[in-house]
């Protein structure tokens, strides 16, 4: 298989920054505003782009030596921490990396702001920001405004917000508690979503805490809490029983359960539910036995029999694909509105116990589907065939996140 970072011919009419006035007509008296108004859309630092500055950044799980490199120039530059990476998440512009003294914060210089009729496509200088030491840290979660790393031992999360990590502060400016376990708190609409472990060390619920770490919304019930993702829709945390969906509306939270079919008719529950930023539709293995997929919009459940296990699955989002990456190296499409497999092509090395599991990520165009045994990371076109657009070798592909998004 062929391997290239050629840039999309259509990345050579980038570096061409928007006014950053384009998104707003000037008003009667623009001409009179002072020369020191900042335009719409400003950030200090930043420079405006005409689309967004993708990229992936690739990591060595063993080492947390890793790789930033861009889809739209091919270049790459030195990313990643010292050490063993647990996990790493991306919320805005920054990587957070899981490590064993904390949480190590990377500026990958790329980032997308949305203001819900129209977006920003930002760019900066990548480079590390120094390190979130936060003890024992688990999961963390971000809605672009904060960002919240619990710490599985304390019992607590630590926030941070991005206004303070833009300028160099790593100070933390809140803290949500609960009780010691492995739980995560979703920052969401200025408030956060905290689970809790009522009489286990298990997270089994999710309370909805203000700014002040007072409660309110009380339990909502969700056994196995094992992920959560944010839709348009709400925030959607994966249940042992089904999906739990909390909503906002004004400072108004509610709580609904959108629950398996049948009790899931005997088949195992989706512990990882992945999407495609923006969209209402999740995707995740259902063990051995296949797919399930969650239209959170329309509070459905759809099971999709797939002819081997597979290891990741992600959804597109446009009601007709959904994508698994199988252990025996194939990638599958499948239609959640019929249940049918569309296609399915060699693509990975087949999974081993010890080795690391593929990632299958999702944007508006294509899917980045890592390849670890390989050290590759492949683009597909899932809009024909699933044809392999590019691939690139890289380091590692141990942990692969998209960035610019």
């Not at 921490?81 to 996990?87: I, M, Q, R, S, Y």
């Not at 300028?167 to 949500?176: K, Q, V, W």
């Amino acid at each position: 298989m062929p391997r290239t970072t050629t840039p999309r011919t259509a990345a050579l009419l980038l570096a061409v920054p928007l006014l950053l006035s384009a998104c707003s007509a000037p008003g009667p008296d623009a001409a009179s505003a002072p020369e020191t108004a900042e335009p719409h859309g400003y950030i200090a630092g930043a420079q405006e782009n005409s689309e967004p500055q993708t990229g992936l950044l690739t990591v060595n799980a063993a080492t947390g030596e890793g790789q930033l490199l861009s889809l739209l120039t091919g270049e790459s530059s030195a990313a990643g921490t010292e050490g063993p990476v647990n996990a790493a998440y991306r919320d805005g512009r920054y990587a957070l990396m899981a490590t064993g003294a904390g949480v190590d914060l990377f500026d990958t210089g790329a980032w997308t702001v949305d203001h819900g009729e129209h977006k920003h496509y930002y760019s900066a200088e990548p480079g590390s920001v120094g390190l979130l030491q936060v003890p024992d840290a688990g999961a963390v979660a971000g809605d672009g405004t904060s960002i919240a790393v619990f710490s599985e031992t304390g019992g607590y999360a630590a926030v941070y917000r991005h206004k303070d990590l833009d300028a160099g502060n790593l100070t933390e400016s809140a803290r949500i508690t609960t009780t010691p376990h492995a739980g995560v708190v979703v920052p969401y609409q200025g408030h956060f979503l905290a689970s809790v472990a009522t009489g286990s060390a298990a997270a089994n619920g999710v309370e909805v805490r203000d700014a002040g770490d007072a409660v309110v919304l009380g339990r909502q019930d969700c056994p196995g809490l094992a992920g959560h993702s944010a839709t348009r829709a709400g925030i959607v945390f994966a249940c042992s029983d089904g999906a739990l969906l909390v909503r906002g509306d004004g400072g108004t939270f509610s709580g609904e359960k959108i629950p398996y079919p049948d009790g899931g008719a005997g088949r195992p529950p989706a512990t990882h539910l992945e999407h495609r930023p923006g969209s209402n539709e999740l995707a995740g293995p259902a063990g051995d036995a296949g797919v399930w997929h969650l239209d959170a919009a329309k509070r459905k459940w759809t099971f999709l029999p797939t002819p081997v296990p597979v290891l990741a699955a992600s959804a597109v989002g446009d009601g007709r694909r959904v994508l698994a990456a199988g252990v025996d190296g194939s990638l599958l499409a499948m239609n959640p509105a019929t249940g049918a497999l569309e296609a399915q092509v060699p693509l990975l090395a087949p999974s081993t116990p010890a080795g690391a599991v593929p990632r299958v990520l999702v944007d508006t165009s294509r899917a980045y589907v890592s390849d670890p045994a390989r050290s590759a990371v492949h683009e597909i076109d899932y809009a024909d065939g699933l044809r392999v657009a590019r691939s690139f070798d890289v380091p590692a592909a141990d942990i692969v996140l998209e960035t610019g998004l």
